[in-house]
């Protein structure tokens, strides 16, 4: 078992909608709660860049390019994390991945992460 597990990737045409999660796993219920979870991905040739942030009070934050396009989720209670995505673009295909950042903010590097969930946007 895993720290984190993403799902809910796949293929989808441009305009479309897709919701990925993000399982706890492994990462205890207490360092879930206390830390700011996030999304990223990595496109071919590209660098891996943040999507969106969610922290312990709820508070978020977009990449300019994911602005009133996406948006992430938490449920403490159960500890899944959500993005949902909608209006895609063929530029949003990429690996998805799911990380935590336990006990500080987005600010600082990501220390556990999700294998990752591939979405495929076609035009």
């Known amino acids: 078992q895993v720290d984190l597990m993403e799902s809910g990737g796949g293929s989808v045409q441009a305009g479309g909608s897709l919701r990925l999660s993000c399982a706890a796993g492994?990462?205890?219920?207490?360092?879930?709660?206390?830390?700011?979870m996030g999304w990223f991905r990595r496109a071919p040739g590209k660098e891996r860049e943040g999507v969106a942030h969610?922290?312990?009070?709820?508070?978020?934050t977009y990449a300019d390019s994911v602005k009133g396009r996406f948006t992430i989720s938490r449920d403490n209670a159960n500890r899944p994390l959500y993005l949902q995505m909608n209006r895609v673009e063929p530029e949003d295909s990429a690996i998805y991945y799911c990380?935590?950042?336990?006990?500080?903010?987005?600010?600082?590097?990501?220390?556990?992460w999700g294998q990752g969930t591939q979405v495929t946007v076609s035009s």
């Open positions: 990380a935590a950042h336990p006990y500080t903010s987005w600010s600082t590097p990501a220390s556990v």
């Open positions: 492994k990462l205890p219920l207490l360092t879930y709660w206390n830390s700011c």
């Open positions: 969610i922290a312990t009070d709820g508070s978020t």
